[in-house]
């Protein structure tokens, strides 16, 4: 997963879905498919966009492409004729693009056509030599796919050119946003709490509760007499973060339980709460480690690390899945390190680093993983999980309290605006493009 300012997403989004195309074309599973299939029809003109052409066999591949996608994910299509008419539709308005692409003068060099094809080879694990090899049994020329691959990068720099400048953001619309974050933000308490956990297990009996509440109760003693809590952690607490003497890291109130809440607001830091608290859990005994009261706008950046495992037609989301539950046992049971799997097995370019992804603002991860991210507390390692790049774990090393001054408040607050303003400003570029251009559909031979 790549890490980069929100406002660039959308173009990364394209180049990823153009490298996960051609990786379901290319797989082995699909390579088996064309002998099985009915026989080859003549191909022929579908549109003629301006000096462009849609060709059916073009629709017939776009067609393969979103079909063998939708029985990977499950998701259910619309009725085969529905379908077809709207990837034509779509074709169109890329062909149209393309023509405005030419027409401004916008250009790809060979060299960042050379870095895309070795990404789509290093993709689906194949030197060049064997791409050409598997792009022929495919049916497909090696220019063919050069071709395509020129044409789906100017897209993405011709969509990210135009769409951006459409986008105007002014002061008051920064100022607004601003003034909603500091609501939220400024003046509010900051706790870092730790906790020692006895767990209480699903279907416990009221005995098992009640001596597991009494074990509790004296470790609560035990502390509040002054035993090293960091101590107790270790030697009794059944939570994810023991490794961190219990401590959850530094959070606004609103990012922690309210039972939490509650029982430390009232506390010095370095004391322990009166009380035992009762979650879905289980009984915990929590300590006020750090408080801070902040009067500035601050943001939380997140370090975390994480495993990926792409999915494909060999690699299915509930075997992706399966496996990432096995390295997460590996790791608790202290088989093996996390950064030793994610540099092994990892599909992402963060591997040869252990997986470590660097310092994240908010907002810089796609949603999908930063919710299930910031969910985790520092040292806690997440169930499998699924995004748009494929099956997760991952493991929140570090978190820290940024103040954000004048120019980055700016910057932070022009990037989320962007980021809202963009679907609707790349529709509204595109039916014009689309209006603009001359569109010929021509008739299937008979």
Do not use: C
Not at 362 to 388: C, K, T, W, Y
């Amino acid at each position: 997963m790549t890490r980069l300012p929100s406002f660039r997403r959308h173009a990364v989004r394209w180049t990823g879905a153009l490298l996960a195309a051609w990786s379901v074309l290319l797989s082995p599973a699909v390579q088996a498919q064309p002998a099985a299939a009915a026989p080859r029809t003549v191909d022929y003109i579908v549109a003629v966009v301006d000096q462009e052409l849609v060709t059916n066999s073009e629709v017939q591949q776009r067609l393969q492409r979103i079909e063998q996608e939708a029985e990977r994910n499950g998701a259910r299509l619309p009725p085969r004729d529905e379908l077809r008419a709207q990837v034509v539709e779509a074709l169109i308005n890329e062909r149209a693009q393309l023509s405005y692409a030419k027409l401004v003068g916008l250009r790809i060099d060979e060299a960042e056509i050379d870095r895309a094809v070795n990404n789509v080879a290093a993709q689906n694990q194949l030197t060049l030599p064997q791409l050409r090899e598997r792009l022929r049994e495919q049916g497909m020329d090696f220019a063919r796919f050069r071709n395509n691959i020129r044409d789906e990068l100017l897209l993405v720099r011709l969509r990210e050119r135009e769409v951006q400048r459409r986008i105007k953001i002014s002061d008051a619309e920064i100022e607004d946003y601003l003034r909603q974050l500091r609501a939220q933000s400024g003046g509010a308490t900051e706790y870092d709490i730790a906790q020692i956990l006895i767990a209480v297990p699903e279907g416990a009996t009221p005995e098992q509760e009640a001596e597991l509440q009494q074990r509790a109760q004296q470790v609560l003693e035990q502390a509040r007499a002054g035993t090293p809590f960091e101590e107790l952690v270790r030697s009794h607490s059944q939570g994810p973060n023991r490794d961190q003497g219990g401590r959850l890291g530094l959070r606004p109130a609103e990012r922690l339980p309210d039972l939490f809440v509650q029982s430390v607001a009232g506390l010095q830091a370095g004391e322990v709460a009166p009380q035992l608290v009762r979650s879905g859990a289980g009984f915990h005994i929590l300590k006020l480690a750090d408080r801070k009261d902040r009067q500035g706008l601050a943001i939380t950046q997140t370090r975390a690390r994480h495993i990926l495992l792409r999915i494909s037609p060999q690699l299915t989301q509930q075997t992706a899945l399966r496996r990432l539950a096995e390295y997460k046992r590996r790791i608790e049971q202290g088989e093996a390190g996390f950064a030793q799997i994610a540099r092994e097995v990892s599909e992402d370019g963060s591997a040869p680093y252990g997986g470590d992804l660097g310092w994240a603002n908010p907002g810089q991860f796609v949603p999908e993983f930063e919710q299930v991210m910031n969910r985790l507390a520092v040292g806690q390692i997440s169930d499998p999980f699924l995004s748009r790049f494929g099956a997760h774990l991952v493991q929140v090393t570090d978190r820290r309290q940024s103040e954000l001054d004048a120019r980055q408040q700016r910057e932070l607050a022009t990037n989320a605006l962007r980021e809202r303003k963009y679907e609707q400003a790349y529709q509204e570029w595109a039916r014009e493009i689309r209006a603009q251009a001359y569109v010929e559909m021509r008739e299937p031979p008979q």
